[in-house]
């Protein structure tokens, strides 16, 4: 029997949700912390360049192979180019959508902490030193973690259930706006603090003495995080996509927004750890430590605190839909499983991810890989390697191995779009720049150069 395939009920309603995917931890939690530990103003340049010159590229790649096929990425390929072996890449999806949402989801734990810590009154009232050992007093509590992991896993899947319609649309089309409008009050709230220039200076100037190879590394992965590249989940979400939504206008604008988010974040966090005399280099903690003491120095602090807790965890929820989407639809359209239990399937695989993430900076913290404890090598491997690896294989794939009127007739929904030079420049980069940057990354990784 064939499964029936859930679709958006609108065509605003996809693009909020792919949105939703894009915007998340990655921006709000990754980047900050990325930026400030490569120097900021040099990374940030790169990030950008990245996003450009990569990631609007292999967004629309994984938009046309989706939509244009309805599947996900293995039916997709069997039905574009028969017999072609870049299908198998769809494990390498499945795989690091699975690696990366487990570790996500921790962090995601932690965000309902400290929503219930400000929501109950007490997140506020420490000092920024008390705030640092107030996060790692948390995190190195096994129960308490995997407790805030486990409940945020359960949401999850609730979500999941009612299926991508009801769930995802709904919650995307409202919290995403707020949580922009957060942002903004944010923004103008550092920027008064005392001492905020000197924030912007490091965000802004750039020197690439700060930055090296790892930083480049860092960067290129943090763009793919943001858009949610490589791992098949676009290609996923644009197979719900109605056929007359213009793809190159829909990657512009998702991946401007994703943007805009991560900068907002940068703007809110970065004067206040200056003004605050704080480190830019605290790694993943660094929000944590940040923002309470931001929250504080507002009137009402609390109420800010509670509200941007709630929309920071609607925003990381979107995302790990998205991201369990990607098993979850693999396994019906690859096995003609039903849909419930491709969700249960999922959510054991991953709760075992996540729970043992979790317990990395406790029970587990002696266990190392590659010298990182299981969360921070999840949260390296994860966006550096299958993701710039799913990236590197869709480049080539669209930009060599598929008919160029397919990419043609995806783009310009017929011809109905003009793409003068906007398609040029997507083949170009999926042909030469994509390829060849992320090849000189995975040069770098094996000590090459
Ligand atoms: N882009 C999300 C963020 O910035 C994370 C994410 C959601 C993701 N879905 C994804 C990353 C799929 C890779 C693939 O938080």
Redesign the pocket.
């Known amino acids: 029997m064939k499964q029936k395939r859930i679709g958006f009920a609108t065509r605003m309603g996809a693009i909020a949700a792919t949105v939703g ?11 900050p912390y990325q930026a400030g530990e490569n120097g900021g103003g040099a990374y940030i340049l790169v990030y950008l360049i990245c996003v450009l010159l990569l990631g609007i590229p292999i967004m629309m790649s994984e938009f046309v192979i989706g939509r244009s096929t309805h599947k996900s990425m293995k039916g997709a390929v069997e039905e574009l180019t028969p017999g072609s072996p870049f299908k198998l890449f769809a494990y390498i ?1 499945v795989l ?2 699975l690696l ?2 487990g570790y ?1 989801c921790v962090v995601c734990g932690w965000v309902i902490e400290y929503l219930w810590s400000s929501a109950s009154g007490n997140l506020l009232g420490h000092t920024p030193e008390e705030y640092s050992n107030i996060f790692s007093t948390f995190v190195s509590s096994p129960w308490r973690c995997v407790m805030w992991t486990l409940l945020f896993l359960i949401l999850n899947f609730l979500v999941l259930n009612r299926g991508v319609e009801k769930g995802i649309e709904r919650i995307a089309s409202f919290m995403m706006p707020l949580l922009f409008l957060l942002l903004i009050v944010f923004c103008v709230n550092s920027l008064l603090l005392p001492d905020s220039d000197e924030g912007m200076e490091f965000l802004f100037d750039v020197d690439f003495d700060d930055l090296g190879w790892k930083g480049v590394v860092d960067a290129m992965g943090q763009a ?11 290609i996923t979400y644009s197979s719900y996509f109605k056929d007359d939504s213009n793809l190159m206008k829909d990657a512009v604008t998702i991946s401007g927004l ?1 943007t805009l988010v ?1 900068i907002l974040a940068g703007i809110v966090i970065f004067p206040a750890v200056f003004s605050f005399g704080l480190e830019p280099n605290a790694g993943p903690k660094l929000i944590f430590e940040i923002l309470p003491t931001i929250f504080q120095q507002m009137p009402g602090g609390t109420i800010w605190a509670t509200l941007f807790f709630l929309l920071l965890f609607f ?2 929820i ?6 369990s989407e ?1 098993p979850i639809t693999f396994m019906i359209d690859e096995y003609k499983i039903s849909r419930g239990k491709a969700i249960a399937i999922t959510a054991v695989l991953m709760t075992i991810i996540a729970v043992l993430s979790a317990l990395s900076f406790s029970t587990l913290s002696d266990v190392k890989l590659l010298g990182r404890n299981l969360f921070d090598f999840l949260d390296f491997v ?2 550096n390697f299958f ?1 710039l690896l799913g990236g590197l294989v869709t480049a080539i794939y669209v930009g060599w191995v598929l008919k160029k009127d397919v990419i043609h007739e995806q783009l310009t929904n017929g011809g109905m779009h003009r793409s003068r030079f906007v398609q040029p420049y997507i083949i170009f980069s999926l042909r030469y720049i994509a390829p060849v940057a992320i090849v000189i990354i995975f040069l770098y990784y094996v000590g090459i150069i």
């Open positions: 995917s894009a915007v998340g931890l990655g921006n709000i939690w990754r980047f999806g690091g959508g990366i949402c996500y793919f995080m943001s858009l949610s590249l490589g791992v098949t989940c676009l994703d991560a925003a990381s979107t995302s790990t839909i998205s991201l990607i994860g966006p993701m």
